[in-house]
């Protein structure tokens, strides 16, 4: 096995205010609540990042392959019940993923969707933390309009 290569870095620090922290990537820097805050909490933050990578590597990969995908929507629920006994390890019980794509056949958007559940990272760990996670597929070969 190859020397590990860091992939990703990044920081969050208190603020002095009680569940609320300033995150930084880079030179970007945001605010991220605990539950029940008014900025986005770090689970959203956690599922924003599943969400952009799906936009992010199947418009890349289509390009690359010029299969003619117009625009993608891409959002992502987890959910979890508080009441249950997770033992020492607390997961999320079921994610549900929902792809839309347009200008692409549904043959397409199959395929680019197969790459990115095998090669983004960020949905990997998702998928084999949570059995219960399931992606759903909508493709329009016509515009977006």
């Not at 936009?55 to 289509?62: D, L, P, S």
């Amino acid at each position: 096995m190859g020397e590990l290569k860091l992939a990703y870095k990044a920081r969050s620090y208190s603020t002095g205010t009680l569940g609320r922290a300033i995150c930084s990537a880079r030179t970007h820097h945001f605010v991220a609540d605990d539950l029940g805050g008014e900025e986005v909490g770090a689970g959203e933050l956690f599922f924003s990042g599943v969400a952009a990578c799906a936009v992010n590597m199947v418009e890349r990969i289509a390009a690359a392959d010029e299969t003619p995908l117009e625009w993608m929507d891409v959002s992502v629920e987890a959910y979890r019940d508080p009441d249950k006994d997770h033992g020492d390890l607390t997961l999320y019980d079921s994610v549900r993923v929902r792809i839309e794509m347009w200008g692409v056949s549904n043959d397409d958007a199959e395929v680019l969707t197969g790459f990115w559940k095998a090669r983004c990272p960020l949905y990997g760990t998702v998928a084999a933390a949570t059995p219960d996670t399931t992606v759903s597929l909508v493709s329009h070969t016509g515009s977006r309009g």
